[in-house]
C-alpha cells in the first residue's frame, strides 16, 4: 500500500499495489502498523456498506459531533465514486477546505479521512458498492451533516450524466456550514 498525502493534514490517498497473474490479483487494502507508521490510528470498530444503483446519486456531507468523532477509509469496491472530505476543523490551516479523488473498483484507491471531517460522495456509475471501515461505532444522536453544495466549501463536484442528481431528502435538507 502508498500512502499519498493530500492537500489536508488528516487526509490521506491510499493506493492499493495489486500483484497479478494469471487467476487475477491480490492486494492488501489494510494493514494496522502501516497506518501507525504513517501517524493514523489503525482502530477499526464497524465496517459499512452503501450500494447505489444508479449514476450520479450523492451522499453527503456527514459527519459525528465530538466525542463521538470518527475516523473512516473508504474504498469502492464496484463501480467508481467521487470521493470528497471537508475540513471542519476549527483553527486548522485548511479549516472548509475541500478534497476529492475518484475512487473505484478498478483503481483500488482508498482515502482515509481522519476526524472532525465531513465526508460524502457522487456516484459516476451505476451499481456502485461503497465500503467503509469506521474508527468509531454509529452514534445516531451524534450524526450530523453540512450542505453538499454550501458555498463555504466550494466544492466542485462532477457535473451530473442524467437530468438530475439523486439526493436524500435529509442531505438536501442541511443547514449551511456555521462554524
Known sequence: ?????????????????????????????YDAELFRAHGLDPTVVQCNASYNARRDTLRGMHFQ??????????????????DVAVDLRTGSETFCRWYGAELSGANGRMLFIGE???????????????????????VPAAGRGVRWDDPAFGIAWPEPAGPARIISERDAAYPDFRP
Do not use: N, S
Not at 1 to 29: C, K, Q, S, Y
Not at 65 to 81: D, N, W, Y
Open 65 to 82: 459531533a465530538a466525542p463521538h468523532a470518527e475516523t473512516k477509509l473508504v474504498r469502492c469496491a464496484t463501480g467508481a465514486i467521487f
Open 1 to 29: 500500500m502508498r500512502f499519498v498525502p493530500t492537500p489536508l493534514d488528516g487526509v490521506w490517498l491510499i493506493e492499493t499495489e495489486p500483484a497479478g497473474d494469471e487467476r487475477g490479483w491480490f492486494a492488501r487494502t
Open 116 to 138: 472532525g471531517f465531513a465526508h460524502g460522495f457522487q456516484t459516476l456509475e451505476d451499481g456502485c458498492q461503497v465500503v467503509y471501515q469506521m474508527g468509531h461505532e454509529y
